[in-house]
């Protein structure tokens, strides 16, 4: 069984920052997070889920949205067994609800690819 922790939820005012993190737990099933590329994904009301960002087991591939590019920044401690979203210059437009998942294919964008999620928490950026 893995399952995976987003925090939050998050209500800030537009340009100002945010952070998510989201822990895996994975040690019952006996797999390793450190296998595991990592993903955030955001769903806003009325809309399809899309990709935010995913960061690959060493931290050397990075993938970005280009909504989200050169404001948003995803890291991971392995140690931690956690991944982390900086969210900076936020945007009403970046109010969504915000999942973190994990796969083992090496894929990064497509979220039918991702086999463990989170439940989701809210991040809403207004005045």
């Known amino acids: 069984q893995v399952q995976l922790q987003e925090s939050g939820p998050g209500l800030v005012k537009p340009s100002q920052t945010l952070s998510l993190s989201c822990t895996v737990s994975?040690?019952?099933?006996?797999?390793?997070?450190?296998?595991?590329?990592m993903g955030w994904f955001r769903q806003a009301p009325g809309k399809e889920r899309e990709f935010v960002a995913a960061?690959?087991?060493?931290?050397?591939?990075?993938r970005y949205a280009d909504s989200v590019k050169g404001r948003f920044t995803i890291s991971r401690d392995n140690a931690k067994n956690t991944v982390y979203l900086q969210m900076n210059s936020l945007k009403p437009e970046d109010t969504a609800i915000y999942y973190c998942?994990?796969?083992?294919?090496?894929?990064?964008?497509?979220?039918?690819?991702?086999?463990?999620w989170g439940r989701g928490t809210q991040v809403t950026v207004s005045s």
């Open positions: 960061i690959s087991w060493r931290s050397r591939t990075l």
């Open positions: 998942a994990a796969n083992v294919k090496m894929s990064y964008v497509v979220d039918t690819d991702y086999s463990y």
């Open positions: 994975c040690v019952a099933s006996g797999l390793d997070f450190t296998k595991y590329i």
